[in-house]
């Protein structure tokens, strides 16, 4: 029997989120993804000072607003030449972790946990379990992770002024410069943060999660102290509903490589990583093009982001979505934590990957990981601050330039192409991390990573939100409003 | 107190700062403040068709609606379909459902000033046509129109600010819970007076620059921002240098200037933001309540009075001269 499912609103998703499903069979056959807002903030730029994205861009996503601000600033940086002094990178790189490692934390207790304190779980036997941890807006662990992450985000209002949507990051570095004795606050800061990862989410040093190096020893590891830390409890249920046949990836990941530093090298490289070639290849941004087809926008040609145009165009035929479909050398790739992780060589997610793929499992395993990988090079970095030398250098962008800003969100690689003439921006160009993941069929009508990741999900009788869907979109930790813009 | 929380036109920067309200236990709070969350998007277990009911039910009256919250613009392109945002799930347009929940809420709060304003969705060519819940920028109006008044005997109440601090959220919707919100506690463009009776610069760190006109330059520096780097927070209203953001921070604490994110309007300056628009050498934008006679008249005399400590700190990142030390008992 074959029927069709429109599913939405979705939420513990960022912004509005709609999902066609084409089920036969206790199965999805087909999904279609549709970014149901437009805002515009590409045609919002076109026209004004370039030092106005600063403003506008952040607020394209609260969720994300450091990334897209580092991406901007980037850009810019890149069309004016300056150099960034080594202050600036590590104030830059500790607020943009800051703001990556708070979205992991809210991703897995408010976002992504709290569906396994659903009723259709009442019988298995970690239910009670997971439901006083993370059921919405009672878990115990949930409440605790949102007063840690009020806590950690301090930082933030040290570094930036405030969050979301701080102006402290600039093209050439951080206008806020710190001082000594700060750095020992936030050093505090960033240790309280740590202590409530090593006691609730992983019951564990963070060293020792971050040397893992196999799903051998993460297993021996699980069975050691199986309740010990919110990591266990995630691997009990998740192999017990086996969720690592859920939501598998197109097998190519993407990533532009995370935290730059002084050197140019990135603390977490970039790099495509290739599942059946089972490396990593270089990143090619040339071979980047975005296609309309099956979105509400004019143009049927797929462009690069250097030469794009948004403009809507609602009674496009074969339109389905505000979302355009980004693809590189022609092909859908995923990206996230997971892409991170793998083209930085994590040797545990590559293990876990070369046995069973990107899925729903991998996926929050790869964030867990980053967030214990990630943390304790905030304190080098801040160790690594010179209080008293210069935070930023001043620039002067020519009139006419042009400029690409590329950075990893905590969902995954971003970038920003901007085109300058006679002082103001002319094109303003921005492929989000969602935009990849949720991105519509192409015009050989091949489905975008979430879509193929639908097929074959299963659907119970009588399911209208069906729940295993629940899990594989939210296992992407998807951004809408950053998808559209 | 029943709250629905829905989003449209903005990019969900309000709820992400309503998590850093300041409170060991963020759920408790709201309990003991009477505070019963129905739904809010990053918060809630239910999706889908549980949620679809649950707005069928406020709108037909099986669900007692206290406060409405909207976040984002509200999207009436094109043409005035509003299909720039239809609800996921519903196939209709978010304003229609907008339309139809304020009309039965007790209360209507704008959260943010993409709701109440516009905000920034609306800036340059606004293609969305976006406009706030009972305002469009400046002009009474908006989605509800400029006579709406809530069944609680209240206008949209205005919590603006891009985003919006959570301080100011909570203390509103506490505010409403214990009945202790009237008419009177809401300024000229209906935002809550508790905070939109202050001005950004009270409290500000620069305010010693700011007296002696020691401006900075450039980004980085210590000095005053107003003269050159497009500060407004001496029009600002906004308690931001008061009640701190994220522990110890405010935007001109972070290095930057305050761009007036409370007021209507403020996406579109009618110049750059970072830098200070000026008419002879003199800054457009007077400090609220100050005659330009008055402005010039003590900025020309503050300046020849300019300490060389506040001088020369006002163009560096740290203190490069410290006050001086005394060697006689302070009088
Ligand atoms: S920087 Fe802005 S808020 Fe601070 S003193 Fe100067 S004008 Fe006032
Ligand atoms: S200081 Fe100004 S720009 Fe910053 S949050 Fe306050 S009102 Fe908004």
């Given amino acids: 029997m074959s029927q069709r499912l429109i599913v939405g609103p979705f939420n513990r998703v960022e912004g509005d989120l709609e999902v066609q499903l084409d089920i036969a069979d206790g199965r999805v056959t087909q999904a279609r993804v549709n970014a149901t807002m437009y805002r515009g903030f590409?045609?919002?730029?076109?026209?004004?000072?370039?030092?106005?994205?600063?403003?506008?861009?952040?607020?394209?996503?609260?969720?994300?607003?450091?990334?897209?601000?580092?991406?901007?600033?980037?850009?810019?940086?890149?069309a004016s030449g300056v150099t960034v002094p080594p202050n600036g990178v590590h104030t830059i790189n500790?607020?943009?972790?800051?703001?990556?490692?708070?979205?992991?934390?809210?991703?897995?207790?408010?976002?992504?946990?709290?569906?396994?304190?659903?009723?259709?779980?009442?019988?298995?036997?970690?239910?009670?379990?997971?439901?006083?941890?993370f059921a919405a807006l009672a878990g115990e662990h949930a409440r605790a992770a949102v007063a840690a992450r009020q806590r950690w985000f301090e930082i933030m209002g040290t570094l930036g002024g405030k969050w979301p949507h701080t102006l402290s990051i600039q093209p050439g570095g951080s206008a806020r410069a710190v001082e000594a004795a700060e750095r020992i606050r936030l050093l505090a800061k960033v240790r309280e943060f740590r202590a409530f990862l090593e006691t609730t989410t992983f019951g564990a040093p963070l060293e020792e999660i971050a040397a893992l190096d196999s799903e051998a020893a993460l297993q021996r590891w699980h069975a050691a102290d199986p309740l010990r830390g919110d990591l266990r409890l995630f691997?009990?249920?998740?192999?017990?509903?086996?969720?690592?046949?859920?939501?598998?990836?197109?097998?190519?990941?993407?990533?532009?490589?995370?935290?730059?530093?002084?050197?140019?090298?990135?603390?977490?490289?970039?790099?495509v990583w290739n599942e059946s070639l089972g490396r990593v290849q270089p990143v090619d941004t040339g071979a980047i093009r975005e296609d309309a087809t099956h979105a509400w926008l004019a143009g049927d040609e797929a462009l690069h982001p250097s030469e794009g145009l948004t403009a809507p165009m609602l009674d496009k035929p074969g339109g389905y979505t505000w979302n355009k479909a980004p693809r590189l050398s022609g092909e859908v790739v995923e990206t996230g934590a997971i892409a991170r992780q793998l083209a930085s060589g994590q040797p545990l997610i590559r293990d876990a990957v070369a046995r069973c793929g990107a899925n729903v499992y991998t996926r929050v395993l790869a964030r867990l990981v980053e967030l214990a990988r990630v943390?304790?090079?905030?304190?080098?970095?801040?160790?690594?601050?010179?209080?008293?030398?210069?935070?930023?250098?001043?620039?002067?962008?020519?009139?006419?330039?042009?400029?690409?800003?590329?950075?990893?969100?905590?969902?995954?690689?971003?970038?920003?192409?901007?085109s300058v003439r006679h002082g103001r921006i002319e094109r303003y160009q921005i492929v989000a991390p969602t935009s990849w993941n949720f991105s519509p069929r192409?015009?050989?009508?091949?489905?975008?990573?979430?879509?193929?990741?639908?097929?074959?999900?299963?659907?119970?009788?009588?399911?209208?939100?069906?729940?295993?869907?629940?899990?594989?979109?939210?296992?992407?930790?998807?951004c809408m409003v950053c998808t559209v813009h | 107190m029943n709250v629905l929380w829905l989003q449209s036109g903005g990019c969900g920067g309000c709820s992400m700062s309503l998590l850093c309200a300041d409170t060991a236990d963020f759920p408790a709070m709201l309990k003991s403040g009477g505070i019963d969350l129905l739904w809010h998007p990053s918060l809630?277990?239910?999706?889908?068709?549980?949620?679809?009911?649950?707005?069928?039910?406020?709108?037909?009256?099986?669900?007692?609606?206290?406060?409405?919250?909207?976040?984002?613009?509200?999207?009436?392109?094109?043409?005035?379909?509003?299909?720039?945002?239809?609800?996921?799930?519903?196939?209709?347009?978010?304003?229609?459902?907008?339309?139809?929940?304020?009309?039965?809420?007790?209360?209507?709060v704008a959260v943010g000033s993409c709701a109440a304003w516009g905000g920034i969705t609306a800036t340059g060519p606004n293609i969305t046509d976006a406009c706030g819940l009972q305002y469009d920028g400046d002009r009474p109006g908006g989605l509800l129109g400029a006579d709406f008044v809530a069944r609680g005997g209240l206008p949209v109440i205005n919590v603006a600010g891009c985003p919006t601090h959570p301080g100011w959220v909570v203390d509103t919707l506490m505010?409403?819970?214990?009945?202790?919100?009237?008419?009177?506690?809401?300024?000229?463009?209906?935002?809550?007076?508790?905070?939109?009776?202050?001005?950004?610069?009270?409290?500000?760190?620069?305010?010693?620059?700011?007296?002696?006109?020691?401006s900075a330059e450039k980004p980085s520096d210590l000095g005053c921002m107003m003269e050159n780097m497009g500060c407004k927070g001496t029009q600002?209203?906004?308690?931001?240098?008061?009640?701190?953001?994220?522990?110890?921070?405010?935007?001109?604490?972070?290095?930057?200037?305050?761009?007036?994110?409370?007021?209507?309007?403020?996406?579109?300056?009618?110049?750059?933001?970072?830098?200070?628009?000026?008419?002879?050498?003199?800054?457009?934008?007077?400090?609220?309540?100050?005659?330009?006679?008055?402005?010039?008249?003590?900025?020309?005399?503050?300046?020849?009075?300019?300490?060389?400590?506040?001088?020369?700190?006002?163009?560096?990142?740290?203190?490069?001269?410290?006050?001086?030390?005394r060697k006689t008992r302070l009088k």
């Fill in chain 1, 42 to 78: 590409e045609q919002m730029l076109a026209g004004r000072a370039p030092l106005d994205a600063l403003v506008i861009v952040p607020r394209i996503c609260g969720i994300c607003s450091v990334s897209q601000s580092v991406a901007a600033a980037r850009a810019i940086a890149d």
């Fill in chain 1, 94 to 133: 500790l607020m943009l972790a800051c703001e990556n490692l708070a979205d992991h934390l809210s991703h897995f207790y408010l976002f992504f946990m709290p569906d396994f304190a659903r009723p259709v779980y009442a019988q298995r036997p970690w239910f009670a379990e997971a439901t006083r941890r």
């Fill in chain 1, 235 to 271: 691997l009990t249920l998740a192999a017990d509903l086996k969720l690592e046949t859920l939501g598998r990836g197109p097998g190519r990941t993407l990533s532009f490589g995370a935290y730059r530093q002084p050197d140019g090298s990135h603390a977490l490289a970039d790099g």
């Fill in chain 1, 375 to 418: 943390l304790p090079m905030t304190e080098q970095w801040l160790t690594a601050l010179a209080p008293r030398e210069p935070f930023f250098h001043a620039d002067r962008l020519p009139a006419d330039a042009d400029g690409v800003g590329l950075t990893e969100a905590a969902r995954g690689a971003l970038g920003h192409w901007v």
């Fill in chain 1, 442 to 478: 192409d015009a050989s009508g091949t489905p975008g990573a979430l879509e193929a990741a639908l097929e074959g999900a299963p659907v119970q009788p009588g399911e209208d939100t069906p729940v295993a869907v629940q899990h594989i979109v939210r296992s992407f930790d998807p």
């Fill in chain 2, 44 to 108: 809630s277990l239910a999706s889908g068709r549980e949620l679809v009911a649950l707005l069928e039910d406020c709108r037909d009256g099986r669900t007692r609606l206290d406060v409405l919250c909207i976040e984002g613009s509200l999207l009436r392109g094109p043409n005035g379909t509003g299909r720039f945002h239809v609800l996921a799930g519903t196939g209709v347009p978010m304003i229609d459902w907008v339309s139809a929940l304020a009309a039965v809420a007790t209360h209507v």
């Fill in chain 2, 175 to 214: 505010a409403l819970a214990a009945k202790l919100f009237v008419a009177d506690d809401l300024d000229p463009l209906n935002r809550p007076r508790f905070y939109a009776d202050q001005l950004v610069h009270h409290g500000c760190t620069r305010n010693e620059y700011y007296e002696f006109k020691a």
């Fill in chain 2, 236 to 325: 600002a209203h906004a308690d931001c240098n008061t009640r701190l953001w994220n522990g110890e921070g405010s935007c001109t604490r972070g290095g930057y200037a305050c761009i007036s994110c409370t007021e209507p309007g403020f996406q579109d300056p009618g110049h750059a933001f970072h830098q200070t628009p000026k008419l002879a050498g003199i800054p457009i934008g007077l400090p609220t309540d100050m005659p330009k006679a008055w402005f010039v008249a003590l900025a020309s005399l503050s300046k020849s009075a300019t300490p060389k400590r506040v001088k020369s700190n006002a163009t560096a990142d740290h203190v490069v001269v410290a006050p001086a030390v």
